[in-house]
């Protein structure tokens, strides 16, 4: 009979992450600041929705940004170019951003002198779904190109959004893309999801967008 010791790990496994978020958020409220974690596959728009979105808030709004990526600085740097501070966070070849991560950006970064900080997170579909950053919300991109299928590949991304942003609606006629069948599926998955249909390119249905997230900063206790 064997006698290896088995110890079942799994329940407790990203406890002390959890931890260190829920600590990041009582900060966060107490600051009244708030922390929006953007997930999106490479390719999908992430930049250039964060781009739009700050240049219509940016004068109602102290805004920050952090940009988590492997290596480089170069979205960090397009962020710099818009006047918005920002910074760059390195995760040392981690294929998302953790907590305690996010954490220390926010030690560096003085988090307090802001109303809204976005954390730009490092794409895919898989790793930042998993991990749970301390944001006050967070929000999927999933663009047109990439097929209305995605929320049955990735369930749990979709699962743990509050939001789900539809960009590049401007190549709808390149693409077979099913608005009702998306939507359906993600809310599936997550029946409360608030779902806009957007385009970074062309800003056609931005408002709705910068609409609702204003209406989260207003209301913050």
């Not at 829920?22 to 708030?34: H, L, M, S, V």
């Not at 290596?71 to 170019?81: F, L, P, T, V």
Request: include cysteine; charged fraction near 25%.
């Amino acid at each position: 009979m064997s006698k290896v010791r088995v110890i079942d790990v799994h329940t407790g496994i990203f406890d002390e992450n959890n931890r260190i978020a829920d600590e990041i958020r009582r900060q966060n409220q107490a600051d009244q600041t708030f922390l929006v974690n953007i997930m999106a596959s490479p390719g999908a728009g992430k930049t250039s929705v964060l781009l739009r979105t700050i240049r219509e808030l940016k004068k109602q709004y102290r805004i920050g940004v952090m940009e988590a990526d492997i290596d480089y600085a170069i979205d960090a740097e397009k962020m710099e170019c818009e006047g918005i501070p920002s910074i760059q966070v390195h995760t040392g070849g981690e294929c998302a951003m953790d907590a305690a991560m996010t954490k220390q950006a926010l030690f560096e970064f003085s988090s307090k002198d802001f109303d809204l900080i976005f954390l730009e997170n490092v794409g895919n579909l898989v790793c930042p779904a998993e991990n749970d950053t301390g944001a006050s919300v967070n929000v999927e991109i999933l663009s047109v190109p990439e097929g209305d299928d995605k929320p049955l590949k990735y369930p749990l991304m979709f699962q743990v959004c509050q939001v789900v942003l539809i960009n590049k609606i401007d190549t709808k006629k390149f693409f077979a893309f099913d608005d009702e069948a998306v939507t359906a599926r993600i809310h599936a998955l997550n029946p409360d999801a608030k779902i806009f249909f957007l385009s970074a390119k062309t800003g056609e249905g931005f408002d709705q967008w910068t609409d609702w997230l204003k209406a989260q900063l207003e209301s913050r206790d």
